[in-house]
């Protein structure tokens, strides 16, 4: 079964921090490019960041992409040998509060993840003092 399993949402402070993971079950991270989005109360669900493959195509080096509203503060890896996918969170805003899904796909056209196939069932997040 092909699964994605969110995982580190919480309440923090603005200005603090949050991990978020990516866990993958059911077929191999690398081969593909993994997403994050968020869907805050009220709006569209819009792209955060992507990474792509790094299995050696010419789409699949590894390079990351973030959106202009979180580029600076925010950090998106990847660890093969957990079969994970991280999103490291600095200098939290009230406006980054969201529902954080992390996704799968074919490709990143920069920062937004293309040809989903699977999502992560979401993790929340609450930035607020």
């Known amino acids: 079964q092909l699964q994605l399993v969110e995982s580190g949402g919480g309440l923090v402070q603005p200005g603090g921090s949050l991990r978020l993971s990516c866990a993958a079950s059911?077929?191999?991270?690398?081969?593909?490019?993994i997403g994050w989005f968020r869907q805050a109360p009220g709006k569209e669900r819009e792209g955060v960041s992507c990474i792509s493959s790094s299995d050696g195509d010419s789409r699949s080096d590894g390079s990351t992409y973030y959106s202009p509203f979180v580029k600076g503060r925010i950090t998106i890896s990847r660890d093969n040998a957990k079969n994970k996918v991280y999103l490291q969170m600095n200098s939290l805003k009230p406006e980054d509060t969201a529902v954080y899904y992390c996704?799968?796909?074919?490709?990143?056209?920069?920062?937004?993840?293309?040809?989903?196939?699977?999502w992560g069932q979401g993790t929340q997040v609450t930035v607020s003092s």
């Open positions: 996704a799968r796909g074919n490709y990143c056209s920069s920062y937004v993840l293309y040809d989903v196939h699977v």
């Open positions: 059911g077929f191999t991270l690398d081969y593909y490019a």
